[in-house]
């Protein structure tokens, strides 16, 4: 199998404060990915480069071999941590933005998913609760027939009920054959959709593995990871 | 794509600048009705109110423009914009067409209020629509120094072209100004404040050149025999007893064209090189 996402020796600093320090690894396509690290470990700095959003950074990121540019971001579905549609839109404003720019985009779906998700069509932005702008752009990433999901904590700040329901719906609404990556600290709900896990903390990749071998090891994801970030809880 | 993004950018700025001009209609429908039933004091205060919204729209579109440029690619909007299959000059160059746009229909429309609130009080003293424009443009005849309409259509044009190229030039300053305040070296800055600082550091360098350009006294004039090159005052092919209506400085604009296209470049490098969204 080909590389989906390439990175080599990539480092990114905020001032003199280094959150990516040199990192190299490879990941191949077709599989769901957990991009895992507890908060402040770059996880988000490293998903941000990858889509584009940040440009200042030394070494190389790759996805199918490009440098970010139209023609990665075309093959990418991106779903930030944040909620970035514009207060004005409302859930068709938004779907027909997406079939606008997205040539994978599947209108059809995503007007049957509005409806399934119980998102009125023509409620603004503004007036939706943040639990409905997230359902929102939950639909809209996953209407896509993308090659690359990239999903920033997708489950943070939400109840158990709420996480069944998103991991549910990225579970059924990703092609055969795309690749997922999903960032997370909260191990325990997502573990058993992962194919493989990429561990990073304090710069460095600390842990890339399938989770087969994990789990031949007599761990879970969750024991790994426990035992990955033991240094975050030590006193120096 | 292009024709695309700026379809978006339009609907997106309708929001803020439809409310400008539905409230103008309305005072406009009001102004007839207080017209018809001859009502001196409300048709006063609503003349008022309507250059009231002519200001506020020009305003509007300044505000609207900041934000098309801040709100949109440097806040949480930020991450639809940068993650669009699009080059950042394509984003660049659609927002900088419907801000320009934004623009001239806000100086059409203050002409055009300007028009209407002139023709809404000569009409007080005509019964017909002829008749309204005969005392307009006699009035206009009795001016000392009037241009012949030809004239007077060739100097608007020069003059337009001279205020289109001058709002070009404000577009790109703003978006300069803003996409380096969104640059790691200012981002620990507030970025409006940023922003601010750049665009003046940007003001005072250009005017410098500006004074300078004038040491170079080429104009554009329209003048009574025509459009010609004067060069302090003195016309350039055009008979010496032809009277002038119209000056415009050439070199300052040409120069303004130049850094347009610089701050285009420049702009649209930084925006794919430099900038990190928050």
């Keep these: 199998m080909s590389e989906i996402i390439t990175v080599r020796n990539l480092s990114k600093s905020y001032g003199s404060h280094l959150v990516l320090d040199n990192i190299s690894f490879g990941l191949e396509e077709g599989q769901i990915i957990g991009l895992l690290g507890p908060n402040g470990s770059g996880k988000t700095s490293l998903i941000k480069i990858l889509v584009g959003l940040i440009n200042d950074y030394s070494g190389d990121a790759l996805i199918d071999g490009n440098r970010p540019s139209p023609y990665t971001k075309s093959m990418v579905a991106y779903l930030p941590e944040k909620t970035y549609l514009p207060d004005w839109m409302r859930p068709v404003d938004a779907i027909e933005y997406f079939a606008d720019f997205y040539v994978d985009f599947n209108k059809e779906k995503a007007y049957a998913m509005l409806d399934s998700f119980q998102l009125p069509r023509k409620q603004t932005i503004k007036s939706m609760s943040k639990g409905m702008q997230e359902k929102l752009q939950l639909l809209l990433v996953m209407c896509r027939n993308a090659r690359l999901y990239i999903l920033d904590e997708p489950l943070g700040g939400v109840d158990p009920a709420a996480r069944a329901f998103i991991l549910d719906t990225i579970m059924t609404n990703h092609p055969a054959g795309s690749t997922v990556m999903l960032s997370t600290h909260l191990i325990n709900d997502v573990e058993r959709i992962f194919n493989s896990v990429l561990m990073i903390g304090r710069g460095h990749v600390l842990l890339q593995s399938d989770v087969e071998s994990i789990r031949n090891n007599g761990m879970t994801v969750e024991d790994a990871f426990k035992e990955v970030f033991q240094y975050a809880w030590q006193v120096d | ?27 406009f429908c009001v ?4 017209f018809v039933i001859k009502n001196k004091p409300l048709m006063v205060i609503s003349s008022v109110a309507l250059a009231g919204i002519c200001i506020a729209a020009l305003i509007v579109t300044l505000i609207a423009i900041i934000g098309m440029f801040n709100k949109s690619l440097y806040g949480n909007q930020g991450y639809l914009s940068f993650t669009l299959p699009v080059s950042a000059r394509s984003l660049l160059g659609s927002k900088t067409i419907v801000s320009l746009c934004w623009v001239v229909i806000s100086f059409v429309f203050a002409i055009a209020v300007t028009c209407f609130i002139i023709f809404y009080w000569v009409a007080q003293t005509s019964e017909s629509v002829k008749g309204i424009i005969e005392t307009v443009y006699n009035a206009l005849q009795s001016m000392q120094g009037m241009p012949d309409s030809e004239t007077a259509i060739k100097s608007i044009i020069v003059i337009l072209v001279y205020v289109f190229i001058k709002a070009l030039f404000l577009i790109f300053k703003v978006s300069f100004s803003l996409t380096i305040a969104n640059t790691k070296f200012m981002q620990k800055m507030n970025t409006i404040l940023a922003a601010i ?21 080429f104009y554009v004039a329209v003048a009574s025999k025509g459009i010609a090159l004067s060069i302090n005052d003195t016309l ?23 850094v347009c296209g610089a701050l285009y470049a420049i702009t649209g490098n930084i925006m794919t090189k430099h900038v990190n969204i928050k």
Excluded: R, W
């Design chain 2, 31 to 34: 102004m007839l009705i207080f």
């Design chain 2, 236 to 258: 350039i092919g055009l008979p010496q007893d032809t009277k002038l209506f119209v000056s415009i400085p050439i070199v300052g604009p040409l120069f303004e064209i130049v």
């Design chain 2, 1 to 27: 794509m292009l024709g695309k993004l700026i379809k978006n950018e339009f609907k997106a700025t309708a929001h803020s600048m439809g409310p400008i001009y539905l409230s103008a209609l309305i005072t």
């Design chain 2, 197 to 217: 600082l750049v665009y003046f550091g940007i003001y005072i360098v250009l005017q410098v050149v500006t004074v300078l350009s004038t040491y170079i006294p």
